[in-house]
């Protein structure tokens, strides 16, 4: 159980392209989910918190209208890389929170490698 | 700020021993910290989740410490295999919210048969 699909895997497009990224959590509903970066060999790095039926949350330093997040069912979210650059090639992760209580575990996607030409 | 500390350089076992890997951390208090396996190209994967009020848990060949007075929190593996390799992360949660967890940057582990 607690199964999330994220696609696509991969992605090379042009400079200037806009993305988007499929987050879904397959057998249980997710209020929450997040959207994380990660460099080669390092952290992951949180983005945003999206809520179902709400404006996402960013963190500090993510601008909000170069990665626009949609929330729209229980089941779904997704990440747009707006005119994408090489600097925004990087692996991007989701996870979605069973349940609506913290001390949860965060269900994470395989994530999408995006190269951006 | 808070800050999370894993050992970046891997560590190499020999199949069969256990393995065990540090997680410090520094500037607060969390009320409970989780490990993630994680392996090339994928997303993490959840292990286990440990309390505040909680010095240990297992779940089969895991074992979790959580040492708040130390701000460290070790993670065992027993019998080790080659399987077990990959790279292990550990997160807490973030002080301004319980469902945000940071995340430290992860120390791989290679098991030799």
């Known amino acids: 159980g607690a199964v999330v699909s994220q696609h696509p895997s991969r992605v090379i497009c042009k400079s200037g392209t806009s993305v988007k990224i499929e987050c879904r959590s397959l057998d249980f509903q997710a209020t929450t989910m997040f959207w994380y970066r990660q460099f080669p060999k390092k952290s992951l790095m949180l983005m945003a918190t999206?809520?179902?039926?709400?404006?996402?949350?960013?963190e500090q330093g993510v601008e909000k209208d170069k990665f626009l997040i949609n929330h729209a069912s229980l089941t779904l979210s997704t990440l747009t890389v707006t005119s994408a650059h090489p600097e925004d090639s990087s692996f991007y992760i989701c996870?979605?929170?069973?349940?609506?209580?913290?001390?949860?575990?965060?269900?994470f996607g395989d994530g999408t490698r995006l190269s951006i030409l | 700020s808070q800050k999370i500390e894993q050992n970046s350089e891997a560590l190499n076992i020999q199949e069969g021993k256990t393995a065990t890997l540090t997680c410090n951390y520094t500037n607060y208090s969390p009320a409970y910290l989780q490990w993630y396996r994680q392996d090339p190209g994928r997303g993490p994967v959840f292990l286990l989740l440990i309390r505040e009020n909680e010095k240990e848990k297992r779940k089969e060949r895991l074992k979790v410490t959580f040492d708040t007075t130390l701000k460290q929190s070790l993670f065992h593996i027993t019998a080790s295999q080659p399987a077990d390799s990959a790279t292990y992360l550990c997160a807490l949660a973030g002080m301004d919210s319980s469902y945000k967890l940071i995340f430290g940057s992860g120390t791989r582990l290679l098991v030799r048969p």
């Open positions: 999206s809520n179902e039926g709400s404006k996402a949350t960013y």
């Open positions: 996870s979605a929170m069973l349940g609506g209580n913290s001390n949860q575990p965060q269900h």
